[in-house]
């Protein structure tokens, strides 16, 4: 990557006004995965002199996550580790090494759109909104949605009160390795949700599934079994060098059974994955 000018600007307005004045103007958050790419850029926006995008804020019906949050300081946050059984620090602390995690952004990882992304899975699962400078609030899944994405600025990641359960699992190859597959499930109020990620595309729910679970009245075998048949029905899995769609199919029922087992039978406090 290659940045003709660095520029720091201290207010939202002015880092907006800044990154809609030339195509090639970029933000810059943990810059870990930009510094990769060998792109130009003419004017490199950095964002740590904006202190609203920092930090988690508990309000009286949210949780704010500022967009420049670091991975490390969620993995370490004791409200989201009740939050939903923990399932997003958990996804959180899976990611490489702590060196990195200290240095890269939840926003950073949001915006890059990875189809490996072990933030996007937990996020779609969990009831969720995005807070954009110019384009208000979206849904997380309308935000997947978007093609071409608009030049915007992630302010914050909501996460809405409730009480929920949750199960998250990461399945891959070495500790430091990127997701062969990503599968959350939650349970609340609402219903179920259930997220496949790095199928190997971006996260998408498994909305039919979603639907038939939250549904029933009790889940049994029958039940979990034929959830489980409709989310491989409906979630586009594919090949890629890491994994076969084959070997994604076959994971993603395992998981979705120990998923929904767990959920049905353990206290609500552990999401950790089996
Ligand atoms: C070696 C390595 C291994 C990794 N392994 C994994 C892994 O296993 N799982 C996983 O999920 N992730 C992994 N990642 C990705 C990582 O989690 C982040 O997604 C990535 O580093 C981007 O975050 P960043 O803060 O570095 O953002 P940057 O590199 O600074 O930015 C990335 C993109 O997001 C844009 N952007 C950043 N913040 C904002 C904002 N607030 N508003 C608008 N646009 C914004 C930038 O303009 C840029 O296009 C890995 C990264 C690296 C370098």
């Given at each position: 990557m290659n940045i003709d000018n660095l520029v720091k600007p201290t207010s939202l307005t002015e880092a907006y006004k800044l990154l809609t004045a030339d195509q090639s103007n970029t933000v810059i958050a943990g810059g870990a995965w930009l510094k990769m790419s060998k792109r130009t850029i003419k004017n490199g926006i950095d964002?740590?002199?904006?202190?609203?995008?920092k930090g988690i804020k508990e309000e009286a019906d949210v949780i704010r996550i500022g967009s420049m949050t670091t991975l490390s300081e969620i993995e370490r946050d004791e409200t989201l580790k009740q939050y939903y059984s923990g399932i997003l620090p958990q996804a959180i602390a899976q990611i490489m090494g702590v060196g990195l995690r200290n240095l890269v952004t939840i926003g950073g990882n949001i915006m890059s759109k990875?189809?490996?992304?072990?933030i996007a899975t937990p996020l779609l699962a969990l009831p969720c909104t995005l807070e954009f400078h110019h384009q208000g609030i979206l849904s997380f899944a309308e935000f997947i949605e978007q093609?071409?994405?608009?030049k915007d600025i992630l302010k914050a990641i909501i996460l809405e009160k409730q009480d929920g359960r949750g199960y998250f699992k990461k399945v891959k190859k070495t500790a430091l390795d990127f997701a062969i597959l990503n599968l959350a499930l939650t349970k609340d109020e609402n219903g179920f949700a259930l997220a496949i990620g790095s199928r190997p595309s971006i996260a998408m729910n498994a909305k039919e599934a979603e639907t038939y679970l939250s549904q029933q009245p009790i889940l049994n075998d029958t039940v979990i079994k034929k959830a489980a048949t409709m989310a491989l029905k409906h979630v586009k899995l594919g090949d890629n060098p890491r994994a076969s769609k084959a070997y994604r199919s076959a994971l993603l029922e395992t998981y979705m059974l120990r998923g929904l087992h767990h959920l049905n039978q353990t206290n609500p406090q552990e999401g950790a994955s089996k």
């Open positions: 964002l740590t002199a904006i202190n609203s995008l990875h189809g490996f992304s072990d093609k071409p994405l608009k």
